[in-house]
């Protein structure tokens, strides 16, 4: 059989490197992608043969096209897109800027929208392929202090539905994952730092705990393989019952 080609946007850290991971230790070829050199190319090491890095700001659009036919080009195909890269700020609703806005704006939908298009060209090509796209609990209810954050996350989710029904027809899957409160060094920190917003988390997770990296790998894992042919243009909540918790 011909080993699958994977992009993974932000696999060098958190969620995203738990994905590439799993990606790795099932043979699938997979391209890791961030922008801190260090850090790629130490988590590309620690996946083996299977990663390579690849250095690139997902915000510089105009080198997009060309990175991917790169990729394309030294692989048989791009079977799976990963758009997990993300950004967060944690600020006062009216102190945010419309700078500062844009910027989330610019990493968390605008390039989601730039790279799926170049490479859903590719996945056009071959006849097949499948992307999941990374939302946040964020999308599911009001959450302070992110309005940024919560619109990108809430366009993601209907960027995955509108982008599901126009790919279909070439055989392109659309899915998206919305982890809930999951157990990362930032996470961990912030929530430990703050008593009061873990007992709140915990509180309306119906499971009790927080969620591990690995846990947001199998959902990707599972909808990007055949396992989940027939499902697209789906958002799973992967978050211990967070969201639909009283
Ligand atoms: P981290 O901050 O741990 O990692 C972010 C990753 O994205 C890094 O690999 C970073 O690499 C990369 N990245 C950021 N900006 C760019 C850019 N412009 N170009 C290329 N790469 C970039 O994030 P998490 O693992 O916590 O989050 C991953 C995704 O999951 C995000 O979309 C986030 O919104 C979502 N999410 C996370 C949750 C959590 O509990 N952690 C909960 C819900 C959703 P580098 O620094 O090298 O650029």
Redesign the pocket.
Known sequence: MTQKTAIV?????????AIAKKFCENNIKTYI????VE??EQAAKEMGVNAYPLI????DLERLPEVVSQIASESSSIDILVN?????QKKEFLDVSNEEFQNIIN??VL?VFAISREVAKVMKAQGAGTIVN?????AQYGLPKVIA?SAS?TAIEGMTRAMAVDLAQFNIRVNCV?????K????SKALDSEPERKQRVLSRTPMGKLGL?ED?ADAVYYLSSDQAKFTTGIVMPVDGGNCIGF
């Open positions: 946007t932000g696999g060098n850290a958190g969620l995203g490197y992608i961030g922008r801190s850090k790629t690139l700001d997902v915000t997990n890269a993300g950004i967060n990493t968390n390039s990374i939302s946040s609990m964020a954050y996350k919305a982890p809930g409160f999951i990362t060094n930032m996470s990296p947001i």
